[in-house]
């Protein structure tokens, strides 16, 4: 099976601040990645697929990147409606994987 | 507009079998490019994939786990059910389908809002 390893597990930040959460593969996805913001009490909710494209409706201060096996999710400049647990998930071949979670808290 | 529910019991006790069923609105099942999937989340953890239906009826499941893991289209043909057996504590989880419009693999655009399976004597 194909690992998802995510970093980091928190992440303390203000309003205003650019994040970047890390996921890396243990071996080629391509770029069959996605990314999804979860609130507590909520499902996930797709925001990036295929690595760096945009789901629509999602704010463009959210992107996406691939290296190799390496994948970033960049929000430019956090907003409080940001502070949630985000998720990567490969969809590669089966079985599909998630990664751990991150965090991001209010600073 | 695409709506995926999930209906089941909310207690089960150990050794028993839990059967979930999810159904769809908005979106034929017999559409090429649909896949539902089963996702459970524990309690503060992340989501763990578990099993994946096409609209030809052919599956995927979780590797360790797909002894115990069936999953089916409905009687009806909106349903997608997942049968899940010998129960035990550990699989204490909110339980969601979702759904890739996508030719049929991920990602999954529709989620429903989850059931929470309580697995205790």
């Known amino acids: 099976d194909i690992q998802m390893t995510q970093s980091p597990s928190t992440l303390s930040a203000s309003v205003g601040d650019r994040v970047t959460i890390t996921c890396r593969a243990s071996q080629s996805i391509s770029h069959w990645l996605a990314w999804f913001q979860q609130k507590p009490g909520e499902a996930p909710k797709l925001l990036i697929y295929?690595?760096?494209i945009l789901e629509s409706g999602v704010s463009s201060r959210f992107s996406g990147t691939r290296s190799g096996t390496e994948f970033t999710l960049t929000i430019s400049s956090l907003q409080p409606d940001d502070f949630a647990t985000y998720y990567c998930q490969h969809y590669n071949s089966f079985p599909w994987t998630f990664g751990q979670g991150t965090k991001v808290e209010i600073k | 507009q695409v709506t995926l529910k999930e209906s089941g019991p909310v207690l089960v006790k150990p050794t028993e079998t839990l059967t979930l069923t999810c159904t769809v609105s908005?979106?034929?099942?017999?559409?090429?490019?649909?896949?539902v999937s089963w996702i459970r989340q524990p309690p503060g953890k992340a989501p763990e994939w578990l099993a994946h239906?096409?609209?030809?009826?052919?599956?995927a499941y979780h590797t360790s786990l797909q002894n115990r893991l069936t999953i089916s289209k409905g009687t009806s043909e909106s349903q997608v059910v997942l049968m899940m057996t010998n129960m035990d504590p550990v699989d204490t989880a909110t339980y969601y389908c979702?759904?890739?419009?996508?030719?049929?693999?991920?990602?999954?655009?529709?989620w429903g809002q989850g059931t929470l399976v309580t697995v205790s004597s």
């Open positions: 908005g979106f034929s099942l017999s559409n090429a490019r649909m896949g």
């Open positions: 295929q690595a760096s």
């Open positions: 239906i096409f609209s030809t009826d052919q599956k």
């Open positions: 979702a759904l890739t419009a996508r030719g049929g693999y991920g990602p999954f655009d529709y």
